[in-house]
């Protein structure tokens, strides 16, 4: 509140009911405690403490500046770096986001797994009843119903104006108020009730579907029920370890849990935190009366935690009964509520999935939409259980459609993942190109040498600070105009979702390669996985690929190179976690021989800046499995500039590929220090390698 000051003559008083001339048109934040601007139709107002002293006071002083669009005003130091591009900078040059070590638990962490092993019970229905994790168990919460009646007007209003979505939600609230809600009860304990705006969103991509979103981070007297919950450990599965065990072995299997998160109930006692207002049965001619969740809320911040323990407990609960690979298949291979896997046969993927349903069923939750590339697979389920593309499909005859396994496009058909690249119409400017380049979604990598190039133009822009919407440059345009207009050549590579082609026998050897490189331009790496069948045929694919730019800040390329060699040392370590492969052979390959000195010296000190990543290396591989590998008789980088998309993918020559380890069945060993390291490190496997 703005204290009052009699000395000062009030030239202008605006009530509140013209709220559009104070309406806040633009704000400028800085930091928690710092002034920020904001424009409204009265000009710019500089609110906070804008007096840089040792001194503190608990009064808010508000300056108003008046000014036209010439006139520049000052602003924190901190505020202007909001209107800088470093924050997307950042995010470029960010290293790569997966979890690629162990995972570690905080205190609040482990607090949540102590009330959820305390406080887990299975109802007489098979589904698991669960406590809100609360922070502390006498939580009090202020009185919000005030808030949640405003939210129901606008909602109210917004029926109103559009009968369809009115229309759309009764319907989605007829299925919550049957098996996820129950009216509720007159008396509650003071501080315990809290009640739930909602709201309801359509899919972008299907948007006849309507969803019922609930608000648990509304605030009243800046207190929300999100503020009180316990987040907990992040229990699910990683996506692009999914993934990846997705393209294992030839037979691949996709089911989907329905409505999960309306499948893993709150204890009675904590239920009255999630009180909401609906009309009476769902008639918009009956009052408006309170209702309250007896399941775990999409909106709320524990609900994921709760959800992915209830989903986890029922896999270990099941086990004994229907089979570890079931359970398996639950615990490790689902990302959220999809669940991905590959096996050898189909006898054995219906196994699988059969008895999935059946520990799925226990627990009150149902195993459906299952898709396979195999058609024996798909017969032995019943049309109510398969995927809804196949319903209606003679798999006798029909072609298997394109399906999406966790957002990445499986042709079932021909067993191949692909893109589809879907390009809005976009300003030709700083803006327009980042929602162009942050559109593109490749988790496993296949596209990195073109995204790579996307994010180059995008940090140029950057590095020259042009404004959000101003123009592209006469020297950028060009070539972001030609990016853009060959990365749709994308949607004509097609890449074999299995690692292994059909009929490639029983495997006798798995090694995994590791390629790491770096430019000016860019760093990352690329992991191939090497198969040799009992007949000794070789085949390679690309297992993951990572593309970054490089900092602003001036790097040499010895410092580049050994970034890079860092990013294969951390996707060793996840890839070796995430694949189930039995004596897995591993071996990292760089052009740089600094990068081999740096690893291989034992006895100089180095800066920080080396010593940190090459103990990182040591700590995360053998360094006698790093060697050279002899690029001269590759194209220069120059050579690959005038590549389409499609081209730039297929012939892998942004780092080396698959030419390298394998060209005719023949495995290329570049110096002879490989096979004396071989014999040394391993003797039983050095002639099997070494010999081909």
């Keep these: ?329 639950i615990r490790d291979d689902f990302y959220v509520d999809d669940g991905l896997k590959s096996v050898a046969t189909p006898d054995e993927a219906v196994s699988v999935m059969k008895a999935s349903q059946a520990i799925c069923s226990k627990a009150g939750l149902r195993l459906h939409k299952i898709m396979s590339n195999n058609k024996e697979v798909l017969q032995s389920f019943p049309i109510k259980d398969r995927a809804k593309g196949i319903a209606d499909l003679d798999l006798e005859v029909d072609p298997l459609p394109i399906e999406r396994a966790l957002g990445v496009f499986w042709c079932v058909e021909s067993d191949t993942l692909q893109f589809r690249i879907e390009l809005k119409d976009r300003p030709l400017t700083r803006r327009g190109v980042l929602s162009t380049v942050g559109s593109s979604y490749d988790p496993i990598g296949l596209a990195s040498p073109v995204t790579l190039r996307g994010k180059q133009i995008l940090q140029n822009l950057c590095r020259r600070k042009l404004d959000w919407d101003s123009p592209l440059p006469d020297d950028v345009r060009p070539q972001w105009e030609k990016w853009r207009s060959e990365i749709s050549e994308l949607e004509k590579l097609n890449v074999p979702r299995c690692y292994k082609p059909l009929n490639f026998g029983k495997v006798k050897r798995t090694e995994l390669h590791h390629f790491s490189d770096a430019s000016f331009d860019g760093y990352g790496q690329c992991s191939y996985i090497r198969l040799v069948n009992e007949e000794d045929k070789v085949c390679c694919s690309l297992v993951t690929a990572k593309s970054r730019v490089t900092p602003l800040r001036q790097m040499t390329i010895p410092r580049l190179e050994l970034t890079a060699a860092t990013v294969s040392a951390k996707m060793s370590t996840f890839l070796r976690k995430e694949l189930t492969v039995a004596k897995l052979q591993e071996f990292f390959w760089t052009d740089s021989q600094v990068v081999l000195g740096y690893i291989r010296n034992e006895a100089r000190r180095f800066h920080v800046f080396v010593a940190n990543r090459v103990q990182q290396i040591h700590d995360e591989t053998n360094p006698k499995r790093w060697f050279y590998v002899n690029t001269e008789d590759n194209p220069a980088d120059e050579a690959s500039r005038g590549m389409t998309a499609k081209e730039l993918v297929e012939s892998s020559r942004w780092l080396v590929g698959p030419k390298f380890l394998h060209e005719k069945g023949e495995f290329k060993i570049p110096t002879e220090q490989y096979k004396a390291s071989c014999e040394k490190d391993d003797p039983e496997d050095m002639c099997r390698l070494c010999l081909q």
């Design 1 to 329: 509140m703005i204290p009052y000051d009699r000395n000062i003559d009030v030239s202008l008083l605006i009530g509140n009911d013209c709220p559009r001339a104070i309406r806040p048109r633009q704000a400028i934040t800085g930091g928690e405690d710092d002034p920020y601007a904001k424009k409204s139709l009265l000009g710019w107002g500089i609110i906070g403490k804008v007096c840089l002293t040792s001194e503190s006071s608990g009064a808010v002083v508000c300056n108003k500046a008046t000014s036209c669009e010439s006139v520049k005003f000052a602003v924190p130091s901190t505020a202007k770096e909001i209107l800088c591009p470093q924050k997307v900078i950042a995010i470029l040059e960010k290293d790569f986001a997966e979890n690629m070590g162990g995972q570690s638990f905080s205190m609040e962490d482990k607090k949540f797994l102590r009330i959820m092993e305390k406080g887990i019970r299975k109802r007489p229905d098979g589904h698991y009843e669960m406590p809100l994790p609360l922070k502390t168990p006498n939580t009090s919460l202020p009185y919000n119903r005030k808030v949640a009646e405003n939210r129901w007007k606008q909602l109210n209003a917004r029926f109103r104006r559009n009968p369809k979505f009115m229309e759309d939600y009764i319907e989605f609230m007829k299925d919550v108020l049957e098996t996820c809600a129950e009216r509720a009860p007159s008396n509650y304990k003071q501080g315990k009730v809290n009640y739930v705006p909602h709201t309801g969103v359509y899919h972008p991509k299907k948007p006849e579907k309507i969803r019922v979103v609930f608000d648990c981070s509304s605030k009243c007297e800046g207190i929300s029920l999100n503020d009180n919950l316990i987040q907990g450990p992040d229990l699910t599965n990683g996506l692009l370890g999914v993934l990846c065990r997705f393209r294992q072995v030839e037979v691949a299997v996709v089911g989907d849990i329905k409505g999960m998160f309306h499948q893993f109930f709150v204890s009675e006692e904590d239920r009255d935190l999630l009180r909401f207002l609906w009309w009476e049965d769902g008639d918009p001619n009956k009052n408006v009366i309170e209702y309250r969740m007896k399941v775990h809320l999409f909106g709320a911040t524990s609900s994921p935690g709760c959800v992915n323990y209830g989903f986890k407990k029922a896999a270990d609960d099941g086990e004994a009964e229907f089979g570890s690979d079931a359970a398996s298949y």
